[in-house]
């Protein structure tokens, strides 16, 4: 009987059950054999494939150290000998997602096949999805057993050498890659049936999907700062100290605003930061760190900016899909707008 | 936009995008201790200044670390005893 193929897996500090955000600049280290959800993938893959080794790295050291991280992550890939890497899954969380996708793309280049999975709207699936196999999964952990059910089988198929079909067939995000096909039928038949369809209200598939880009155009300049009044936002969730509010810490359906009128500083004392993807401790000891109150109230007594706006606006950012945040972002510039707002300072964590 | 991961604002089309410090503390760095914690603070607030200052066309990055200070808006020498 062949030998099992070997898989190597990636995670990080979290799944590794190295600890949470305190955790999240440690290294990258590697252990024999599966640790933690590696356990579950082994179970998923069965008796013909092997995870032989775990490569995990803290989320904040992969993304601030990326060359670093790649680095050591290479030789711990070559030494490994594999025949497939699996990265995550990732769901939800950025940070981890942009690290999987990186390695992937890192394996691919070492001529290791690999994939990852997480959530559709996951920064590393954003980013990297033409680059990368990324199988969608939901937000949480709690569908892990899912993920790794539709992970298994295209790990052995990728090991094995075996061409993947098309995303829709195999079950990992379309990589807006157009290959040709015989469909069996002239394109005048196809276009026809397609037509009546339509005209029936039938469901129909459009073969050439057009992705529409999302950009906006830039703002103009501000002519000058001195004469500008500037708003000031923030996705670090910054919250009144105590969260009266009930400010939620993830996925945020809703930004909160508070008035500054009479504040020159953002104080410990009266905030805190309530945001589930980052250590909030050196925030809540100065909440100036995501919101620069202090300095623009500096620069604003002595004649260097027009005015800070009295109003500041702040949310949880983790976890919060691209589609609430267009609303939540076009509804902040409404209000700063509707203020006389020129210009304004989004800081992010 | 202000953040230390600058790489992700970029590639998903903010059109200034300002280099922070740290995911953790993105205005400053309490490392420095408190006065150079607070000119680096400055630092990357006059960058974001200046970034609002400047016509762009598409997702550029303006870097503290790598903009002269004389170049930056709010010439003046601030110090603030802490």
Same mark, same amino acid.
Not at chain 2, 23 to 30: F, L, M, N, T, Y
């Given at each position: 009987m062949a030998a099992p193929i070997r898989v190597v897996h990636y995670i990080n500090q979290f799944f590794a059950g190295m600890g949470g955000e305190e955790a999240a600049g440690m290294g990258v280290s590697v252990s024999e054999g599966a640790v933690g959800p590696g356990r579950a993938l082994q179970q998923a893959l069965g $008796? $013909? %494939? $092997?995870?032989v080794k775990t490569i995990v790295c803290g989320d904040n050291f992969f993304n601030e150290r990326t060359a670093e991280a790649l680095a050591a992550i290479e030789q711990h890939l070559n030494a490994a000998k594999a025949q497939v890497l699996v990265a995550g899954p =990732? *769901?939800?969380s950025g940070r981890y997602g942009l690290a999987c996708a990186l390695v992937c793309r890192k394996a691919k280049e070492l001529g290791l096949p690999a994939l990852t999975a997480m959530h559709e709207q996951n920064p590393g699936a954003l980013t990297y999805r033409t680059e990368a196999i990324i199988v969608p999964t939901g937000e !949480?952990?709690?569908?892990m057993a899912e993920a790794l059910a539709r992970i298994a089988p295209l790990a052995l198929k990728l090991a094995r050498g075996e061409k993947l079909g098309p995303a829709s067939v195999e079950g990992?995000?379309?990589?807006g890659r157009r290959v040709s096909i015989d469909r069996q039928m002239p394109g005048y038949q196809r276009a026809l049936a397609m037509l009546l369809d339509k005209l029936h209200g039938r469901p129909f598939t459009t073969e050439v999907p057009i992705q529409m880009p999302d950009r906006v155009a830039p703002a103009k300049a501000v002519a000058s700062v001195a004469r500008a009044k500037l708003g000031l936002v923030t !996705?670090?969730?910054?919250?009144r100290k105590g969260n009266p509010e009930r400010?939620? $810490?993830?996925? %945020?359906t809703r930004f909160h605003r508070h008035s500054? =009128? #009479?504040? #020159?500083s953002l104080s410990g004392r009266d905030w805190e930061a309530f945001h @589930? @993807?980052? *250590?909030n401790h050196i925030v809540n000891a100065n909440p100036n760190y995501i919101l620069p109150l202090s300095f623009l109230r500096d620069l604003e007594q002595r004649g260097m900016v027009g005015s800070i706006f009295e109003w500041i606006y702040a949310l949880p950012?983790?976890? !919060?899909s691209v589609a609430a945040s267009r609303v939540l972002g076009r509804d902040i510039a409404r209000d700063l707008q509707d203020g006389g707002v020129h210009a304004a300072l989004l800081v992010s964590t | 936009m202000i953040s230390a991961i600058y790489e992700l604002p970029l590639n998903t089309g903010a059109n200034r995008v300002v280099r922070g410090a740290r995911? #953790?503390?993105?205005? @400053?760095?309490?490392n420095l201790g408190p006065e150079k914690d607070y000119e680096y603070g400055m630092r990357i607030v006059r960058a974001a200044l200046r970034a609002l200052e400047t016509e762009v066309s598409a997702p550029t990055l303006f870097n503290p670390l790598e903009m002269?200070?004389?170049?930056?808006? =709010?010439r003046e020498e601030v110090r603030r005893a802490s």
């Open positions: $008796s $013909s %494939a $092997s995870v =990732a *769901f939800g !949480t952990a709690a569908g990992y995000l379309p990589q !996705t670090g969730g910054l919250v400010a939620v $810490s993830r996925m %945020a500054v =009128a #009479e504040l #020159e @589930g @993807g980052y *250590f950012g983790v976890g !919060t | 995911i #953790e503390h993105v205005i @400053g760095d309490p002269s200070l004389e170049d930056l808006p =709010a």
